[in-house]
């Protein structure tokens, strides 16, 4: 079985926010990050180059297949930020009609300027995907 790419490093998150190229997005990103650290009470870590992850879980499959990954995270992509939010965005609905500008994957949610956005919803789903991610993998489980 292949091993993820994606896991912590040692990489300094301040390094990589400051090389992001567009300057809004890299305004927009480090208060993602304050955020984010702020509602998690986690530290700031990079997980592979590009993500920038809040806590960790591990997790596994009833395949047999497991890992480790952030609880919430972002990226500052060329075009957009994504943010990592888990499980999803199922149960968000009345919160993401509320949010503003997005776009959505399954656990991904892209945001082209945090001005599109109203924070505070954002904010408020940051914390009900902690909330879930505590109660499906508690601490130290």
Partial sequence: MAELKTKPTEASVDAFLDGVADPQRREDAKALRAM???ISGEPATMWGPTMVGF???QYKYDS???GEWARIG???RARELVV???PGYADMGDLLGRLGKHKIGKSCLYIRRLADVDREVL???AVMSLENMAKRYPEGA
Wanted: net charge neutral; aromatic share 16%.
């Fill in 84 to 86: 990592y939010l888990l």
């Fill in 55 to 57: 806590g960790r879980y």
């Fill in 123 to 125: 904010e408020q789903m």
């Fill in 64 to 66: 047999g297949h497991g």
């Fill in 36 to 38: 984010m650290e702020r």
């Fill in 74 to 76: 972002f990226s500052p």
